[in-house]
């Protein structure tokens, strides 16, 4: 058969699952990352695919030989690059079985379990995170996995435009006039919606930080919002993101919305790190004016245990989504559809097909609970802190901007030119990578160098930031001058 | 902690293993179809998400008790709709390592591995297919895992809006005068990917079938690209479709994209479900002419055995997406990037984060080889062909189209009007589909209705053909006239 049967998958997926326990237990003992030289992966492979079937054990010795040793370990306790994306053990449960059931949820009909899980679960989320009623299935909105923040912000992208253009945008496509606001600090991704939704870079406007911040000025947007209109130009959508990421700023979502409902403009909240933080009541001021919003993304792939991919998007009008992007072919044609007592999730995003991912969110739910998941966000909040009271007090490092949850974006302080720190940061984030021990990213601030160190992993613990202390500090110059 | 350590991974998810195993071990027991009231599932879960960790081996309980008597049995080997999404137990055990390593391949450098095997497979596979060395990332092109045909899609006409605009498109966006060539038989996902990129149901132009055909016309499309182009309009993108979704209608690739030629026109080949076949040298032909294409995409997660979602897609440009799609901030600017030496997906895609999904698909290709593949496609096709043998031998039944490979499209005949035929078809539908022991599909064409009948399972046998056939001949009503 072109397939294991089952007792032979049950053989093989124990020995699998032993790899996986193993792999993990050892991943502290590997570097963060590997160094790896261009296109030797690639050159242990044929240029030919095997004619013959091989023996599914002897992959993972090949895996072991040619993965293992080339990659980046995201679920290292030393990652504190980037975003984390946590793959957690207890999602690969729930990946387990929603690989075993292997449904296709791109309509109600072709699996309503799919389908409605994904419901439930985005419903009790809501109110996990204080969204309000309005963003539940049950209350008039509801909630979505997408793939990414990127898909969550192209479709909010795409359902404003069908909304500001009175319905006309699906027959006659955008007119060019259409304006997306947004900050230096809102993620590229909504560049990218911009430009892949037609619109250019001249349809981006990048709203002004209100003074002493890297958040948007509501007055500055408001302006901008009367004169573009004053022009003849079309206020589509504005972005307020909750947690950049560059530096973890908040935009002020209540004044942002006010100034966007003016001009009829959409709201989008980006908080795909950050929102998932208001589990917990002392972050629920995160979202303080969601309410106003129109959709609210935030990513339970990135620091709430769920492995890529599982962002979650919530729109407070349910047929807003399927008003942009239903086509229903004959192929697709049921008459459960029809009768518009269940939703197809098809018409709520881009692609077409889609997998079980709700179910990989459910083990996460079920085996944290909302308590495990608040201790998680909590530790690693935790950690942030102290690593910045230790930054604020040491001579040759500053912190680049206030921490935010767990961010932590920090300077080198040399005592001489804004170039020597600049400098003396890249080589402190070369020399604290090379070490093996531990993994930092990077990004700038008003053209200056800024290293930044953003916990999240499930397994990095006090010890980790003690380590990453050691690290860091042995390796910063002494400042010449004070 | 707040995840689960190796060890109760360990012994969790041998539990979790058996449960699949038990499960696919018992899916021919149950109907293909459950009867599902819309809600139901929903109502199951409370309101809010629990506080206290639960246990996450009764999680399978839950499943059990919620999921499992609520779906569509996609796996079932009755599963006879739409086109396969063969969820193989051999992707799984990939998948399984891959939720294992829980990389982010968005960059070469944040999972070199992740970034080559793909690069790898894809190279092995462009080979296997026959599309050519410069399909290869070796060869100067490439291939990408999209998570969908749709993604495909829509990326091939952004990478055309890119070129025919000289460039201009990613800065001043869409001119309204773009045109994408498709025919009536395409799927929906083109029409998708033109309205998402801005273009309004304007921007599709559907070219006529060949006389006597349901395939795309080469004269027609020329006449229509030449008389465009004398209106201003801009040829964009012409997609042909190697096995139509209704009737597995294969465009004649060579031709369309001589005529494309003539306008500058991005050729897409589209090959959703059909392309893997390619694989066997007997049904190579599919592929003939595909070197003048810009694009070529089939799916793995369709009929080659990969779970969802692992759309493959080949560029004969490996610079086209990116010159389309990149955008870099600076938290993500990388030397190995700026190098050139390196290819970074997430300028080959919209979003930017992305799984290890190339695991699943080398599990597929060791576990099974090419000569494993080659026996599962072989083995549907032969299913088809004796079916429509039956079909056409059978007093009440007629073939709607000619079968392509594991594709039959059928009609009642009652010897009275078309609508009395439609009728009768309709009803032998919903009765076959009512024994749960069977599941298929339907299309349109001509306005006719059409039962669709597509092989595709690996568990699919000889048997279930006969069990399909008495079902249906049993229910089938006899012509009162012929």
Redesign the interface.
Known sequence: ??????????L???R??????????GLESRPVR?D?V?????D???????????D?GA??D??DE???P??????HPGFHA?FP?????????G???A??????GML???????T??E???T???A??LGLGEAFT?IGGGGGVIQ?????AA?VAV?AA?HRTSGGR????????AERVYVTAET???L??AV?????????LRTVPFAPGTRTMDPLALAAMLAADAERGLVPTLVCATVGT??TGAVDPVRAVAAAAARHGAWVHVDAAWAGVAALCPEFRHLVDGVELADSFCTDA?KWL?T???ASLLWVRDAAALPAA?S??????RDS?SD?G??VDYRDWQ??????FRA?KL??V?????????R??LR?HVILAGELARRVRDHPGLELAAEPSLSLVCLRVRTGGTDADDDAAGRALLAAVNATGRTFL????IDGRFVI?VAFGS??TSDQHLEELWTILTNSVPIPTLR
């Open positions: 058969m072109p397939d294991l049967d089952p007792e032979q998958f049950r093989l997926a124990h699998y699952v032993d790899w996986v326990a193993d792999h993990r237990a590997d790896v261009p296109g030797s992966v690639r242990r492979f044929p240029a030919e695919a095997a004619e013959e079937p091989q599914l992959l993972l090949r895996v040619i993965v293992v080339a990659d980046t370990r995201w679920q980037f994306a946590n793959a957690s053990l207890t999602s690969l449960l990946e387990i079985v690989g075993g059931l292997g449904p296709q109600w009909s072709t699996s309503p379990a799919c409605e899980v419901q439930a679960l419903d009790q989320l109110r996990g299935h793939d990414s923040a990127s898909s192209l795409l435009l945008w699906r027959e006659t496509g955008v007119t060019g993620h590229s991704s560049a990218k430009r892949v939704a037609g619109l250019g870079e001249r349809g990421t560059g792939h245990l492995a890529f991919d992007l086509l229903t072919p004959a192929y697709l459960a009768s007592a269940v881009v692609p077409l097909g889609r997998r179910m459910w083990s739910l079920h085996g944290q609970g909302l308590e495990g998941l201790a998680h530790g990213s990077h990004t700038e930044r499930p397994t």
